[in-house]
């Protein structure tokens, strides 16, 4: 029997379409490249300390492989540990890849460990027709409330219509879309698509738009006669560090708009340019993920599973310089007076 979001926990669903902050979790290894369940669990009691108001886990910045080493539901399960520590029953989301077989026994391991929704990516639906992406979206959504992703096609993400949006958003079980396509155009056919659905007000809509996060946030929307559509929260690797700042910029958001939140924009995206390694087309999104939290003291070093995947050249420098020149936008005093409280077990 799937899960249905009408059976979540009360004031979930709620929160979700209110908006709030979702890191997208990293992954704490040793430096043998192994589980660090200690850390793992720090970073967790970070985030929701923070003031997140849920957890994306298995997902890209938890890195993919780690379905490949059988650590998939281990490190779920971490963060539902966590979250049961919680005082208020945290959002929880885990990633979906794969082709139905593989994202249908995903859901239903997220779901037995008390997770809300899945991430449901698309990436190796390239080359499939509509009605192939939309029956597998609802086979997925028969399980567990969906929440869509639409990654840029340029690191993978299959190109969307606004008819896709569309027939996605009429699935009764999806609850959310993250906006990832780093094109306005493209992030525009999202919105015309739950629109022309009916669906807005059950479909939240969230920033994955690395580029754009908090012209995101402070933008109406205006598509139609009726009120202007909003995304009201974010989905993000980015939001993985200096968590507690990245949530104040959220609140900050949802003022109207002036000059000085205009120009927030220009200041975050340039934080994420150095953090995500434009520069090198990504090559180091996820261990500048990690060198921030490692000289929070939060991780121990920044392992990745590919003993590839590491710091391009010049990237350190650029996060020293970002964080330098934009310290409102860090959160290093918050982590340093209650990083011993996190690593506590």
Known sequence: MGLH????????????????????HPLALTAARALDPRRQKALSRYYLAAGAGGLAVGVHTTQFAIREIGLYEPVLRLAAEVAAEQARAPLLVAGAIGRTEQAVREAQVARGLGYHAVLLSLAAWRGASEDEMIAHCAAVARE?????????????????????????????????IKLAPFNRYATLDVLRGVLEAGAQDRVALYTGNDDHIVADLLTPFALGDGPPLRI??????????????????????????TPELLALDAQVTEMNAAIFDVAHAFHGCIAGCHEVLRRQGLLDGIWCLDPAEGLSPGQAELITAVAARYPQLTDDGFVRDHLDDWLKD
């Open 5 to 24: 979001w009408r059976g979540w926990p009360e004031g979930l669903a709620e929160r979700l379409r209110g908006g709030c902050a979702i890191p997208a």
């Open 144 to 176: 567990m409330p969906v929440f869509g992703f639409y990654l840029q096609p340029a690191v993978g993400g299959v190109p969307l219509p606004a008819s896709f949006w569309r027939r996605f958003a009429g699935i009764d079980n999806v609850v959310a």
């Open 232 to 257: 009201v929260g974010g989905l993000l690797g980015h939001w993985s560090v200096w968590t507690r700042a990245a949530v104040q910029v959220l609140e900050r958001c949802r003022a109207p708009a």
